[in-house]
């Protein structure tokens, strides 16, 4: 989810335990089930290799992975439709959810819900995306490197940028450059905290204290969609308004 390393203090104010394990392997699980129906290859199909990649990132044990791999060879495995939804939420912040599902009408149906039980709006695909940047995106923790090291070897790897700060390292770079990147950064510093695709917003709107609790309650219900994969938003919460929203 997006808001920079603003989320990551909002899944802090739930608790550290909120974003379970168990949820997490599900949704990547999903995604390298779709990602090896383009070829269980990794040399060959450069989505599986990005889906491998935020495996490792999460410690997805290698058993699981094979066993997704082998039910797709296999023949077996879901079928997932997957969708784009783009919307408002409070405060005029942007909303893009991707979403996988063997029901799209609904998961539509439920994702709708969710915005217009927290004051938000669904738009038509394309509607808010021209805010944002689709990038690759691999995070670290601030102890695995001190920033310049980071910032040496990310340049050297074909990253565009590095932020460094006491969150960690969040190392950016082109979509199409995301594979060779993450794996000679994964060679050097072992597997990252975050690994994967995103919509990164190209500016962000801050959200005063009374909306950030609705738009809080919307992304909180949606991350609980068990169809949810991904959100993206352009908010910006402050430090003060998150403390006492705590």
């Given amino acids: 989810m997006a808001g920079h390393s603003k989320f990551k203090n909002i899944q802090h104010r739930k608790?550290?335990?909120?974003?379970?394990?168990a949820k997490i392997f599900g949704r990547l699980i999903k995604e390298l089930t779709v990602a090896a129906r383009g070829g269980t290859d990794a040399a060959s199909n450069s989505r599986l290799r990005t889906a491998l990649a935020a495996a490792r990132a999460a410690n997805m044990p290698k058993d699981n992975i094979e066993r997704v791999l082998k039910k797709v060879e296999g023949g077996e495995g879901e079928i997932y439709d997957e969708i784009r939804y783009e919307g408002y939420g409070p405060g005029g912040t942007a909303l893009i959810v991707e979403a996988m599902t063997d029901n799209k009408n609904r998961t539509a149906s439920e994702v709708r819900a969710a915005?217009?039980?927290f004051g938000g709006s669904l738009g038509e695909?394309?509607?808010v995306s021209f805010m944002f940047d689709r990038i690759g995106q691999v995070i670290y923790a601030a102890d695995t490197a001190d920033a310049d090291a980071m910032f040496e070897a990310a340049l050297e790897a074909g990253a565009d940028n590095v932020e460094s700060d006491d969150d960690g390292h969040e190392i950016t770079c082109a979509t199409e450059d995301f594979n060779a990147v993450s794996e000679v950064l994964e060679a050097q510093f072992g597997a990252p905290s975050e690994s994967g695709l995103v919509w990164k917003p190209?500016?962000?709107i801050e959200v005063g204290e009374t909306q950030a609790s609705t738009l809080l309650k919307l992304l909180d219900t949606l991350d609980d969609n068990d169809d949810v994969q991904n959100i993206a938003s352009n908010f910006d919460i402050s430090e003060d308004v998150l403390a006492r929203l705590a």
């Fill in 15 to 21: 608790g550290a335990q909120d974003k379970k394990r």
């Fill in 115 to 117: 915005f217009n039980k």
């Fill in 125 to 127: 695909t394309g509607s």
């Fill in 202 to 204: 190209q500016n962000t």
